[in-house]
């Protein structure tokens, strides 16, 4: 199964990669999922570090076409998004990114013209956007190409020579994107896990034991409520065994 899914995900990387050079276009879709990606799998052991990656690294959020637009967006409920430049509403995110294309395409930050989506090919986006797709055969030369940037950017991002805070996160990079590069289909991606699994991990349980809580009192409660009843019958039953003893 995983095998399959390496297969697929080196396949249709490398399809999206030749029609994005012929068409110099940056997908916000892609863009926005290799962002979620580094910021749950990433993100959380950079900060551990105190570390500051650096603006040429690629994975430096100012590298990011679509960054400020993402960061200007507003989900006030569920069906419910407001732009942040303008304030209108809208009813989902996607009108509200068409409204961003339409409106305020001229605060992209284009003079970058770095596209976040290019890294998912490194990053696993297909993994994350589409972890049901499992078929297709794997690209060995993808595979090695993907390998490739990762570890480039491995070494863009994280110096090893800027000291051990870098060689420390460069190492966790490696394990991290770049093993599952293989289509031996061994290795998975995000092995050291991230954000989001701690997060629900530490939600699943604070909810059980929020609902564990009560039940436990309410046993109690019942439980107190038998033993006090039943001293009071006993102790009837004994005053009235006593009152019949005289007479
Ligand atoms: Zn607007």
Redesign the pocket.
């Known amino acids: 199964m995983q095998q399959g899914f390496e297969e697929s995900s080196a396949a249709r990387t490398l399809k999206l990669e030749s029609h994005d050079t012929h068409e110099v276009h940056c997908s916000r879709e892609r863009s926005r999922a290799a962002w979620q990606i580094i910021d749950d799998y990433l993100m959380p052991f950079v900060e551990e570090e105190g570390y500051q990656i650096s603006a040429d690294c690629r994975l430096h959020p100012d590298n990011d076409l679509f960054r400020d637009q993402e960061r200007?967006k507003i989900h006030l409920d569920v069906n419910e998004w407001r732009?942040?430049?303008?304030?209108?509403s809208f009813r989902a995110e996607r009108f509200?990114d068409q409204?961003?294309d339409n409106?305020?395409y001229n605060l992209l930050n284009v003079n970058q013209s770095k596209c976040l989506a290019d890294l998912c090919g490194a990053l696993h986006c297909d993994f994350v956007i589409n972890s049901n797709l499992l078929k297709a055969k794997c690209n060995p030369a993808a595979a090695t190409r993907n390998r490739h940037l990762c570890e480039s950017l491995a070494n863009s991002c994280f110096p090893i020579s800027q000291g051990p805070s870098a060689r420390r996160l460069h190492e966790l990079f490696l394990r991290q994107f770049c093993d599952a590069h293989t289509c031996s289909g061994k290795a998975k991606p995000f092995p050291r896990g991230g954000k989001k699994q701690t997060n629900l991990l530490y939600m699943a349980t604070s909810i059980l034991l929020m609902m564990l809580l009560p039940l436990f009192y309410l046993l109690y409660y019942l439980y107190q409520r038998d033993m006090k009843q039943e001293t009071q019958v006993l102790r009837r039953v004994s005053q009235v065994g006593r009152k019949a003893k005289p007479s």
């Open positions: 200007h732009c942040g430049y303008c304030k209108k509200l409204h961003f409106r305020h």
